[in-house]
């Protein structure tokens, strides 16, 4: 069973940084593709970004892009989203899902790891 345990949240002053990680076990990650996704309070999950685990690709959302850096460590199954310049806007509870053979069916997700950015 895929189990993924996101790390990281917390407040921060708009401007600063956050590194969010995603520890993934339970299953051989190779064909996966790993995206983290937001909620804002009354809003809709939204993507954020998505990496895939064998080529190391990347994918963001317009919103993040230029701000966030997504990476993973395959020693030790881990992602990781590097958030720069944070702006309120990036208040959310940011979850960690697994998407495990490309078929963009993320059917695996964290329990989300919330992130507040003070003005």
């Known amino acids: 069973q895929v189990q993924l345990v996101e790390s990281g949240g917390g407040l921060v002053q708009a401007g600063g940084s956050l590194r969010l990680s995603c520890a993934a076990s339970g299953r051989t990650f190779s064909s996966a593709t790993m995206g983290w996704f937001r909620q804002a309070p009354g809003k809709e999950r939204a993507f954020v970004a998505a990496i895939t685990w064998s080529g190391g690709n990347t994918y963001y959302a317009n919103s993040v892009k230029g701000r966030f850096t997504l990476s993973r460590d395959i020693a030790k199954n881990t992602v990781y989203l590097q958030m720069n310049s944070l702006k309120p806007e990036d208040t959310a509870v940011y979850y960690c899902?697994?998407?495990?053979?490309?078929?963009?069916?993320?059917?695996?997700w964290g329990q989300g790891t919330q992130v507040t950015v003070s003005s």
């Open positions: 899902a697994a998407d495990m053979d490309g078929t963009a069916s993320y059917n695996y």
